[in-house]
C-alpha cells in the first residue's frame, strides 16, 4: 500500500502584514513592512523598540465578548485563523467526519500574556484573586483545543512545542497524521503572542533581538549589518487533506504536502550547531520523504532571521545540501517584512510557500543593502519576481536545537 497523498485545501492567516489572506500576500509581494515601533509593551525599557505586531483586531468577528475573555491573545488569534482556513476549505465538519478531521497545533511559549497579568494580580491581592481561567488561558496546548471545540473537529489534537520550529513540525506531524491513514483532515500550524514584557525582556537580556530602532532597518535577513531578530505575533493555520477525501467534495487545492524532516542539533541551547548541519539533515530528510533530489527544489522560505548565526549556518546548510545547485535556488526570509513569530512563524511561512507554489512568484527579502560575504546565494533582495516553482521547501530552526524542514509540491493529479 502506497503513501496516502496529502493536499493544502486551505489557508488562513492573522499577521503583522495583514488579518486576511488576501492582505497579507498582496503586502507579501509588495514588500509591505509590518514592523513599526513597539506599542504593545514600553519601547523606553528595552532595547529593543520596533515589533512586528498586530493591528486592527477584533476577536468579536470570530467568538463571543465572553469567550475571547477566557482566552489568551495567542489562543485567539489561532481560533480566528483556524475559521479563516475551514471557511477557505469549505470544508464542513458535522456528525458524519467529525472524528477523522484533527487539529494539530503548536505555540512557542503559549499565554505569556496571562501569566505575567495573573501573576501580578497574585502578588498583589493573593491567590483567591487568580482567575480560575489562568491555567487554561496559559498552556500552549490550548489554541488546538479551543479550535477543536469552536469547530468541533474530534480527530487527533495535539501541541507541538519546539521553540521557533513549532508551527513547521506542527504541519509536518499533522502531514504525518494523514499519510499513515489516521485522519483524512488536519487544521494545523503555530500561533504565538509573544510581546509581553517578560519576553521582551528575556529575548533582550539574551541579546536575540535587534536594538536597530528604525523599522526599515531593523530585521534584515542576511544582510551584512543584521543585528538580531525583531519579535512578531500572529497565527498562520492550514488545512490538509487527503488528497481523495479533498477530490471527492471539489475541493481546491494549492499545493500538495510531499516530505518532512526533523532533526536534532544535540549541541547548544540557543545558538545552532556548527556549518548548520542540524538544518542540513532536517533538508535532505524532507526532500528524500518527498521523493525528491535537491534540484527539484526551486524555492526556499528560509527560516532567516535577521540573527548573524542563524542566516550565515542556514546559508552554509543549503549550499552543504545542494551543492553547485544552491545558486539556482530562489531563497527569500519573509521575516524581514513580518518581523519573527517564533512558534507561528513556520505556520505563517508555510502559507507564503503554498501560495509562492501557486502564484509562481517567489517573496522579496526586504532591507537588503549590504551583502554579506559569508551570505551569497539568491534571496531575493527587495523585489519579489516571477518563477515558476514546482517544488518548494519551508524551513524553521528553534532554540534547543529543533530543526524542521516541509516540502510542497505543485498539485498534479
Not at 467526519?97 to 500574556?113: F, L, T, Y
Request: hydrophobic letters at 40%; glycine letters at 10%; a negative charge.
Amino acid at each position: 500500500m502506497g503513501k496516502r497523498r496529502v493536499v493544502v485545501t486551505g489557508l488562513g492567516i492573522i499577521s503583522p502584514v495583514g488579518n486576511t489572506l488576501a492582505e497579507a500576500w498582496a503586502n507579501i509581494l509588495s514588500g509591505y513592512n509590518g514592523v513599526k515601533p513597539l506599542t504593545r509593551v514600553n519601547a523606553d525599557d528595552y532595547p529593543a523598540k520596533v515589533a512586528g505586531e498586530i493591528t486592527d483586531f477584533n476577536p468579536e468577528q470570530y467568538m463571543d465578548k465572553k469567550d475571547a475573555r477566557k482566552m489568551d491573545r495567542f489562543t485567539q488569534y489561532a481560533v480566528a485563523a483556524a475559521q479563516m482556513a475551514v471557511e477557505d476549505a469549505n470544508l464542513t465538519i458535522n456528525e458524519s467526519n467529525a472524528d477523522r478531521v484533527g487539529v494539530w497545533i503548536g505555540s512557542g511559549i503559549g499565554g505569556m500574556e496571562t501569566f505575567e497579568k495573573q501573576f501580578q494580580t497574585f502578588m498583589k491581592r493573593g491567590y483567591r484573586r487568580v482567575s480560575p481561567f489562568f491555567v487554561p488561558m496559559m498552556i500552549p496546548d490550548m489554541a488546538a483545543g479551543q479550535v477543536s471545540i469552536f469547530l468541533g473537529a474530534k480527530g487527533v489534537n495535539s501541541c507541538t512545542v519546539t521553540a521557533c520550529a513549532t508551527g513547521t513540525n506542527s504541519i509536518g506531524d499533522a502531514f504525518k497524521v494523514i499519510q499513515r491513514g489516521d485522519a483524512d483532515a488536519m487544521i494545523t500550524g503555530g500561533s504565538e503572542a509573544p510581546i509581553t514584557q517578560m519576553s521582551m525582556a528575556g529575548f533582550s537580556a539574551n541579546t536575540a533581538l535587534s536594538t536597530n530602532p528604525d523599522p526599515n532597518q531593523a530585521s534584515r535577513p542576511f544582510d551584512a549589518n543584521r543585528d538580531g531578530f525583531v519579535m512578531g505575533e500572529g497565527a498562520g493555520l492550514l488545512v490538509l487533506e487527503e488528497l481523495e477525501h479533498a477530490q471527492k467534495r471539489g475541493a481546491k487545492i494549492y499545493a500538495e504536502i510531499v516530505g518532512y524532516g526533523a532533526t536534532g542539533d544535540a549541541h547548544h541551547i540557543t545558538a545552532p550547531a556548527p556549518g548548520g548541519e542540524g538544518g542540513a539533515r532536517a533538508m535532505n530528510l524532507a526532500i528524500e520523504d518527498g521523493g525528491l533530489k535537491p534540484e527539484e527544489i526551486d524555492y526556499i522560505n528560509a527560516h532567516g532571521t535577521s540573527t548573524p548565526y542563524n542566516d550565515k549556518f542556514e546559508t552554509m546548510a543549503i549550499k552543504q545540501v545542494f551543492g553547485d545547485h544552491a545558486q539556482n535556488l530562489s531563497i527569500s526570509s519573509t521575516k524581514s517584512m513580518t518581523g519573527h513569530l517564533l512558534g507561528a512563524a513556520g505556520g505563517v511561512e508555510a502559507i507564503f510557500t503554498v501560495l509562492a507554489i501557486q502564484k509562481s512568484m517567489v517573496p522579496p527579502t526586504i532591507h537588503y543593502e549590504t551583502p554579506d560575504a559569508e551570505c551569497d546565494l539568491d534571496y531575493t533582495p527587495n523585489e519579489s519576481k516571477k518563477r515558476e516553482i514546482n517544488a518548494a521547501i519551508s524551513n524553521s530552526l528553534g532554540f534547543g536545537g529543533h530543526n524542521a524542514t516541509i516540502v510542497f509540491r505543485k498539485f498534479k493529479a
